[in-house]
């Protein structure tokens, strides 16, 4: 299951419950996050600190989902555009290629205030992108909205020969403030049906499903009905439409849209990549049905409410094997070098780039690492079948815990192998000499009980 969020968040700071959203009480949890926000809050000093450090709205969905055993697998940010992807543990090692990419359109494409961020990976095999875009402003903009959307998606590109371009992969979730508004009615009648739920009497005037008509990019794509309530604009800290001066009409400019890649498109591809794809989409099928499509009115921080959509996809798996399999041998504590054995369970391509993390049990993303050990330098034995890597004992937390070990691959840009729990015991030698522990930059500086209680 897949639980999407799209939400312009117009600058404003993440709220303290964030249950709402991610629907953290339903029955089931879903198997995969993704949330695209718009506006998030780029002036230049919080912005200069987001490089360096997680921004608010990271930091909030992170210490949410953790504990629930959810890894930030990736993310992307340009300005005021952000799009995060999230999954449970188990999915982890199965993800694999992962690339992010961003297409500038705001002041000629120089300013990325507006433009597109995107995310895309193979999922058991399967390719999917999501991208997240903040398009142009305003009721007569409804062209120049597209013109943007068909420049982003064909200015994206990635180092993928399976998938180079959006439009290649078998699924692709489009989603964001794309800012269709509702053109023609007045807002009397707008309000009317809003007030009666009958929104379908909005549908014909609604720009999006309008212009989905005459363009045939946007037909590819996939919405369901708009059975809730526009979600612009409101006044902060209300669930009232706007009563400012301008009177802004209601629209349903937060959306959520997906294409699974149909046999009669691709006029481009040869015959015989036609024939592949044709092979696999046989052989492991790929479906998608849309379980809730709503708005959630419980948020008020912002101008928008978010969008939240929830799919279902039914798919074989393409592999369920890991490419990696890796186990701390022996004992682990900071008083002694350790061992990390790993065997490749199927080919892939290692780099000199691949490293194996360090992560405390629960650890909530990929740089989330207590400590790492580069691969082929510190590689030890070697042979076809196993291989074992040093870990320096400076490296080892002292005071130990429960860990895991994760592979890295430089070339895939993910984990393709996790180790089952182990314990890191607590170093005695730190103990018996009154020393505690002090982490920096991920690695163990000992300083003594004094120093460190002052």
């Excluded at 799009?83 to 449970?88: A, G, V």
């Excluded at 875009?133 to 903009?141: I, N, V």
């Excluded at 691709?266 to 592949?276: A, G, I, M, T």
């Excluded at 054995?341 to 780099?351: E, H, K, W």
Aim: aromatic share 12%; proline share 5%; with cysteine.
């Amino acid at each position: 299951m897949l639980h999407m969020v799209t939400w312009n968040v117009a600058t404003a700071d993440p709220p303290e419950d964030l249950a709402s959203l991610l629907q953290l009480n339903s029955p089931k949890s879903p198997d995969l996050y993704v949330i695209g926000l718009q506006e998030v809050y780029s002036g230049p000093l919080r912005f200069l600190s987001d490089m360096l450090f997680d921004d608010p709205w990271s930091q909030a969905l992170i210490s949410t989902l953790a504990p629930r055993n959810y890894i930030k697998v990736s993310a992307v940010r340009m300005q005021g555009l952000l799009l995060l992807f999230f999954s449970k543990l188990e999915h982890v090692p199965f993800i694999r290629n992962i690339q992010t990419t961003y297409t500038r359109t705001g002041l000629f494409g120089y300013w990325g205030n507006k433009g597109g961020v995107s995310v895309r990976l193979a999922f058991y095999g399967h390719t999917l992108c999501f991208l997240n875009c903040h398009l142009a402003a305003h009721m007569d903009y409804a062209s120049e909205r597209v013109d943007e959307f068909e420049s982003i998606m064909d200015a994206q590109t990635f180092n993928c020969k399976k998938a180079p371009k959006i439009v290649d992969h078998r699924l692709v979730f489009w989603l964001g403030d794309l800012n269709f508004r509702i053109q023609d009615h007045g807002m009397h009648f707008v309000r009317t049906c809003i007030n009666d739920q009958t929104y379908n009497l909005l549908w014909s005037k609604d720009q999006l499903i309008m212009m989905k008509k005459k363009e045939q990019m946007l037909q590819e794509f996939e919405e369901g009905p708009l059975d809730f309530q526009p979600t612009y604009k409101f006044d902060r800290n209300s669930d009232t439409y706007d009563s400012s001066g301008k009177k802004r009409k209601p629209a349903w400019t937060d959306r959520i849209l997906w294409r699974l890649r149909s046999k009669t498109l691709s006029p481009d591809k040869r015959e015989e990549e036609k024939k592949e794809e044709e092979d696999e989409e046989e052989e492991y099928p790929l479906k998608i049905k849309q379980e809730l499509y709503t708005s959630n009115m419980e948020y008020s921080i912002s101008d928008h409410k978010p969008v939240i959509g929830i799919f279902n996809l039914q798919l074989r798996k393409m592999f369920d094997t890991p490419l990696v399999r890796l186990q701390a041998e022996g004992d682990w504590s900071a008083d002694i070098d350790a061992m990390v054995i790993y065997s490749p369970l199927q080919p892939f391509t290692s780099s000199t780039w691949d490293w194996i993390g360090l992560y405390k049990v629960g650890f909530s993303s990929v740089l989330d690492y207590i400590t790492y050990t580069w691969v082929k330098d510190d590689e030890v034995v070697f042979n076809e079948e196993i291989m074992q890597v040093y870990v320096s004992k400076e490296e080892i937390p002292v005071r130990g815990g429960e860990c895991v070990l994760c592979y890295f691959s430089s070339t895939m840009q993910s984990i393709i192998g996790i180790s089952e729990p182990f314990k890191v015991h607590e170093s005695k030698v730190a103990l018996e000499e009154g020393f505690l522990p002090e982490r920096i930059n991920g690695l163990n500086k000992a300083v003594s009980e004094d120093e460190f209680w002052k």
